[in-house]
């Protein structure tokens, strides 16, 4: 079964670097998505992106962050500047709509790439 | 976005089914209802997903009431391997917003 792919698993990184967390969607995916999870707490909506373009993003993916689908096959998260509070497990996601808008496609979640910030 | 509520945690023990109800009473006339499943240090996982009546894959069933503010996931027969946390969501397809979950602990 196809699978989303996240490298790497773990980063470590010190305040104030930037991070890129890198993804590999399922192929016939047409929306990405990064989610994150601080250890314990919710699994939190970061941004959707469709089309070369943010199409969603929360209150937490400010100016510091970014995406980009730079080829045809992967999609990244850069952090530009790390804070303590950005240490958290980020899922990238991928899903495919139906253009008829008559089923909510699921996504399909990566195994993630555990951020830890010192 | 549709607020749901799980229960927070479930108690089980193996080979029993489990049944795990949301409430989604804000519930919108195109909003689909999604369930989800969490490992420690894992993604989450689709279970299953539905609009309406019954939907039964390999792995789940999931029971909508006619009115749509509940919905119910059912698990035959769990083993051990089902410990995990099971998100309920619905909502918009583009910010699915995943709640606190249920933490299902099955024993042997």
């Known amino acids: 079964e196809p699978e989303v792919t996240q490298t790497p698993s773990h980063q470590v990184t010190q305040m104030g670097q930037e991070v890129i967390l890198r993804c590999v969607p399922i192929?016939?995916?047409?929306?990405f998505y990064w989610y994150r999870q601080i250890l314990g707490q919710k699994v939190e909506f970061l941004v959707s992106?469709?089309?070369?373009?943010?199409?969603?993003k929360s209150e937490i993916f400010d100016d510091q962050f970014s995406v980009e689908r730079p080829d045809g096959s992967n999609f990244t998260l850069k952090i530009r500047s790390t804070k303590l509070e950005d240490s958290a497990m980020y899922f990238c996601?991928?899903?495919?709509?139906?253009?008829?808008?008559?089923?909510?496609?699921?996504?399909?979640f990566g195994n993630g790439t555990r951020l830890t910030v010192t | 976005l549709a607020k749901t509520t799980q229960p927070i945690s479930m108690d089980s023990y193996e080979g029993q089914e489990v049944n795990i109800t949301c409430s989604h009473n804000?519930?919108?006339?195109?909003?689909?209802i999604t369930w989800y499943q969490q490992f420690p240090s894992q993604g989450p996982r689709f279970i299953i997903q539905?609009?309406?009546t019954k939907v039964t894959n390999e792995v789940a069933s999931l029971f909508i009431p006619a009115d749509r503010k509940s919905s119910t996931l059912s698990l035959p027969r769990v083993s051990l391997s089902d410990t995990a946390v099971y998100y309920c969501?619905?909502?918009?397809?583009?910010?699915?917003?995943f709640g606190t979950g249920t933490r299902l602990l099955v024993s042997p």
């Open positions: 804000n519930i919108a006339t195109n909003d689909y």
């Open positions: 539905g609009y309406k």
């Open positions: 969501l619905v909502g918009a397809f583009q910010k699915l917003v």
């Open positions: 992106f469709y089309n070369n373009e943010i199409s969603e």
């Open positions: 996601a991928s899903s495919v709509r139906d253009p008829g808008g008559s089923y909510n496609s699921p996504l399909h």
């Open positions: 192929s016939n995916h047409l929306y």
